[in-house]
């Protein structure tokens, strides 16, 4: 069974960083893009970027270029999200979701979502 | 980038009806490269559609896309109430693969 588990809810402070993680199973994570999905509080969906985990090939949104860092480890079928110095505009729910194929396509599964919170 | 803009906005209707949602989008779109979601209150999205038109895997015949270019439906024939929910479409012919802002489904 293909599953994606994201780490916990987040509380932190702006100007802190942070780093959620996204765990692959069930699928050869290294074969399959993982993407990175943001929803701010009662809004909409926002791609943010793609990782291709076999090499870290990644592509940013232009919204988010510079912003955010997304990596993966394929030692632990593990993508990441990191923030250096977060702002209380980041604070929303975040997904990873899973590329069906290649790099353009649909994203068939997707995690239960990590929900950031920034407030002083 | 495309932007995509779902109408309408919000939709009520009530069980047993034919429920059409439409996404335009400003540039256009291969067909290949479309999809459509559904998200349930306090859920993760969820695929119904890819491929504009091909149901994903365990979606029931109700929903079926279409459209090409710049235009494309989602229609949900026989609403039940489960279907509430808000549903997305997002392009991925072009980086960044953006998504519509969504159109609220309402069961009466």
């Known amino acids: 069974e293909v599953q994606l588990v994201q780490s916990g809810a987040e509380v932190k402070k702006p100007g802190e960083s942070l780093k959620i993680s996204c765990k692959g199973s069930?699928?050869?994570?290294?074969?399959?893009?993982i993407g990175w999905v943001r929803q701010m509080p009662g809004k909409g969906l926002e791609w943010m970027g793609i990782i291709y985990p076999s090499d870290s090939d990644t592509r940013y949104s232009p919204s988010f270029q510079g912003q955010v860092t997304i990596s993966a480890d394929q030692s632990t079928n593990t993508a990441y999200l990191e923030w250096t110095s977060l702002k209380a505009s980041d604070s929303a729910m975040y997904y990873c979701?899973?590329?069906?194929?290649?790099?353009?396509?649909?994203?068939?599964?997707w995690g239960q979502g990590t929900l950031v919170t920034v407030s002083s | 980038e495309i932007v995509l803009t779902q109408s309408p906005g919000t939709l009520s209707l009530s069980p047993g009806e034919r429920a059409t949602l439409s996404c335009r989008a400003s540039?256009?779109?291969?067909?290949?490269?479309f999809a459509w979601y559904q998200q349930k209150p306090g859920q993760a999205p969820r695929v119904l559609i890819y491929g504009a038109s091909r149901r994903a895997t365990g979606i029931p015949d109700r929903f079926s896309g279409s459209g090409s270019g710049t235009d494309f439906t989602l229609t949900i024939s026989r609403l039940e109430p489960e279907d509430s929910a808000v549903y997305y479409c997002?392009?991925?012919?072009?980086?960044?693969?953006?998504f519509g802002q969504g159109t609220k489904l309402e069961i009466k």
């Open positions: 540039q256009s779109v291969t067909s290949t490269y």
């Open positions: 979701a899973r590329v069906s194929s290649g790099m353009a396509s649909d994203l068939d599964y």
């Open positions: 997002q392009q991925y012919t072009r980086s960044p693969y953006t």
């Open positions: 069930g699928y050869s994570f290294t074969s399959h893009w």
